[in-house]
């Protein structure tokens, strides 16, 4: 049974910093893709960061380019989410997700097949 664990959300000012955790357990990261989603009442649900778990090879959002870093730990089966310079627009709940295969379409929360149950994360101006 796969599980995703979200942690690290908070309440912080505009400018402030916070780090997502996500912790995996009953999955192998050799060969698949991890992603951080987000999603704000009454809007879509859009993809942040993504993260190729074998070579590391990253991708953003341009929302989040240069404020944002993904970044893995195989050892503790751990990605995080590094979010600096942080907007009151970046206010959302954050959800990691797993895919078993490297998606076709990276930012499809479709082609994701494990969720966690999400971290709220709210910049206040």
């Known amino acids: 049974q796969v599980q995703l664990v979200e942690s690290g959300g908070g309440s912080v000012q505009a400018g402030g910093s916070l780090r997502l955790s996500c912790a995996a357990s009953?999955?192998?990261?050799?060969?698949?893709?991890i992603g951080w989603f987000r999603q704000a009442p009454g809007k879509e649900r859009e993809g942040v960061a993504f993260?190729?778990?074998?070579?590391?090879?990253?991708d953003y959002a341009a929302s989040v380019k240069g404020r944002f870093t993904i970044s893995q730990d195989n050892a503790k089966n751990t990605v995080y989410l590094q979010m600096n310079s942080l907007k009151p627009e970046d206010t959302a709940m954050y959800y990691c997700?797993?895919?078993?295969?490297?998606?076709?379409?990276?930012?499809?929360?479709?082609?994701?097949?494990?969720w966690g149950q999400g971290t709220q994360v709210t910049v206040s101006s």
């Open positions: 997700a797993a895919a078993r295969r490297i998606p076709i379409r990276l930012y499809d929360p479709h082609e994701y097949n494990y």
């Open positions: 009953g999955y192998t990261y050799s060969s698949a893709c």
């Open positions: 993260i190729y778990a074998a070579g590391g090879i990253t």
